[in-house]
């Protein structure tokens, strides 16, 4: 059950992001995170498709895991920063 995470590089949070395509896809400041990158292509095949959820099943996942990513991420930093 669960625990074989693989590592995807497309799910790789990002720390240097592209601010201004941001703001151009229109992203809310509250989304604006590590992840932004992936929820900008997620979005653009969100409207293409009137929001059909069959058919951005994978740019979906690969946005998720980003996020899971990211919370891993910050968790091991938190517990490197305990360390010290």
Known sequence: MGGHHHFNPEAEPKKDQDVQAIKDA????????????????????????????????????IYEECQYNAYLQRVEAKVQEDKV
């Open 26 to 61: 229109k992203i809310p400041i509250a989304w604006r995170d590590t992840c932004s990158h992936i929820l900008i292509k997620l979005n653009q095949c969100r409207r293409e498709t009137w929001w059909n959820p069959n058919k951005c099943e994978h740019d979906r996942h």
